[in-house]
């Protein structure tokens, strides 16, 4: 069996434009896994979210974040490309920053150049630190990595602050750094999409936000162009977001669930998701 790393380097390698959907938890994660994706991203922005109740803007913490994904390794055999934001310091945090995650599970960290705290990539008031610091950050993050294979996915955020050719000028300098993927965030056209993956010699990654400010071509499209990934970081998020309020509102009004019952999993779906006949089984062995 191939390692989880050597899967997700795999998968970058083929320039499909590979989707990978968001988990901020194991049963997400799970349902991702059953589905039949190849590997799972672990969104730092959704567990600022369903696990804090927070914007993502830079509040969650290391151990917060290698709680989840030691979590989700354990509940599913996927890779787990894992939402790193800045390293959560500077260089020499980014030493332990590397360590912990690849303990917890990671098959990949996505590190970024935003000045912490960080905040979305869709969202105002951004700014990225030195190019300097970032390279810097990104030979640590090779020189401390275990196992080669891990995937470093450098990301850049500098395409709002200093424009598109600035923002491809610094993911070149993260490539020579030692970044096996780049990710430059937030481009706000087709024709940027098509320059990033012209100009860039490793794969890159597309991010998906609904609402946000890059526009969704499909996945067939971003093969053509030679993504590869794409991210959907959150739809999993906004999907249960909207049916847990639809359905709450529908129950507290109507003080029933018989309007909302086809938004509802059943129960037999729902053990399903989360394993139970595998526990079963094992307290059936152990009785």
């Known amino acids: ?147 080669g294979d891990l995937q470093i996915v450098a990301r850049t955020d500098a395409r709002a602050i200093l424009g598109l050719q600035a923002a491809i000028d610094r993911a070149g300098a993260m490539i020579e750094a030692g970044a096996d993927v780049t990710f430059v965030e937030a481009p706000t056209s087709a024709e940027e999409l098509a320059r990033i993956a012209g100009a860039l010699s490793v794969p890159q990654v597309a991010n998906m936000v609904f609402g946000g400010l890059t526009p969704e071509l499909g996945q067939q499209k971003f093969a053509e162009l030679g993504f590869g990934c794409v991210l959907y970081a959150n739809a999993a998020l906004q999907a249960a977001l909207k049916a847990s309020h639809d359905v709450l509102v529908a129950l507290k009004q109507e003080g029933s669930l018989a309007s909302v019952a086809g938004l509802l999993a059943g129960f037999d779906v729902r053990q399903r998701a989360v394993g139970k006949p595998k526990y079963d089984e094992l307290e059936r062995r152990y009785r």
């Open 1 to 147: 069996m191939a390692r989880p790393t050597t899967i997700l380097k795999t998968i970058f390698a083929r320039r499909d434009a590979t989707i990978l959907a968001g988990a901020a938890n194991g049963l997400f994660a799970r349902i991702i896994e059953d589905i039949g994706y190849e590997a799972v991203y672990v969104t730092g922005a959704g567990v600022a979210n369903m696990y804090l109740g927070a914007p993502d803007i830079g509040l969650t913490t290391l151990t917060e974040i290698a709680g989840h994904v030691s979590a989700i390794a354990d509940a599913v055999a996927l890779p787990l490309l894992v939402d790193a934001d800045t390293g959560f310091g500077n260089p020499v945090n980014m030493v332990r920053t590397v360590k912990v995650l690849e303990r917890a599970g990671a098959a990949g960290l996505q590190i970024e150049d935003q000045v912490f705290p960080k905040k979305c990539g869709h969202f105002d008031g951004k700014e990225v630190v030195p190019l300097e610091e970032m390279l810097a950050k990104i030979k640590a993050a090779v020189d401390t990595r275990r196992d």
